[in-house]
């Protein structure tokens, strides 16, 4: 747990020359709380995950994650402990697609482990387990030493929880991670991010579009739209009418 919560936003503004890519943000998400982000493309979503981990930093405003204040001027070495401290599953996947399902989770671990022989592929012997582990917790052990681009879909993906999990985060960042998944495969991926969330007592977010894995996935839900929020609301008082509102008002302002 870490004191006075997990993500802490106030008055967040990224700004793109003369665009605001993000305005007025202020959010407060608890230690293990899980969190469903949702809004149209170009809404801000991604923007606003891509911040926590100061890959975009804040033109104004605060944003603190993990007790680690993020700005301008925090040094380059305290944001790489503090992405160390972030599992992230991209809808991308970021797999090396030639390596085993097994290489690709230990590559997790190189924020622990930053020598030569980690570089070539050495692991020691305990991130190997600890790697593997991660993989029994996905329910991935039997492909540990199949090539990645021999999985389907949802299996990659499983392997992508798999690799952020080895990290050993306290966060967990969840980009569409169900995309261009079919639905069975989407559902069992929403179900085991949110499953290990609570097992493991972590902060998930989550950008998701499929409306219909909300119930299992989140505790409460951020609609965005044009970088800003519309709503933030506990999951039982969200309904499709108010997330389908969002994507209507953003085909509107388009038009």
């Not at 409460?220 to 509102?245: K, T």
């Amino acid at each position: 747990m870490t004191p006075g919560g997990a993500i802490r936003i106030d008055r967040l503004r990224v700004r793109a020359g003369r665009t605001d890519l993000l305005a007025d943000i202020a959010l407060d998400i608890a230690s293990g709380e899980r969190v469903a982000i949702v809004g149209a493309n170009g809404a801000g979503k991604s923007t606003l995950l891509r911040t926590l981990t100061g890959m975009i930093l804040p033109t104004e405003g605060t944003v603190t994650v993990l007790g680690q204040r993020i700005d301008p001027r925090t040094p380059p070495d305290e944001l790489r402990r503090l992405r160390g401290r972030v599992g992230q599953v991209f809808q991308g996947l970021h797999l090396v697609a030639r390596l085993s399902a097994l290489e690709n989770v230990m590559i997790g671990s190189l924020g622990r482990q930053r020598s030569l022989l980690t570089c070539a592929r050495l692991f020691p012997a305990d991130e190997r387990e600890r790697a593997c582990a991660a993989l029994d917790a996905v329910g991935m052990g039997r492909v540990a030493d199949q090539r990645t681009d021999r999985l389907s879909g949802g299996e990659r993906q499983k392997v992508a929880v798999a690799r952020a999990l080895n990290q050993n985060p306290a966060l967990i960042l969840a980009d569409e991670p169900t995309a261009n998944l079919d639905p069975s495969a989407a559902a069992e991926i929403a179900e085991l991010l949110a499953v290990i969330a609570v097992e493991r007592g972590l902060t998930l977010v989550t950008v998701v579009h499929t409306l219909q894995l909300l119930p299992g996935l989140a505790q409460r839900i951020i609609g965005m739209q044009s970088g800003r929020i519309a709503f933030d609301l506990p999951i039982e008082a969200v309904d499709d009418a108010r997330v389908r509102a969002l994507y209507r008002r953003h085909q509107a302002l388009r038009a």
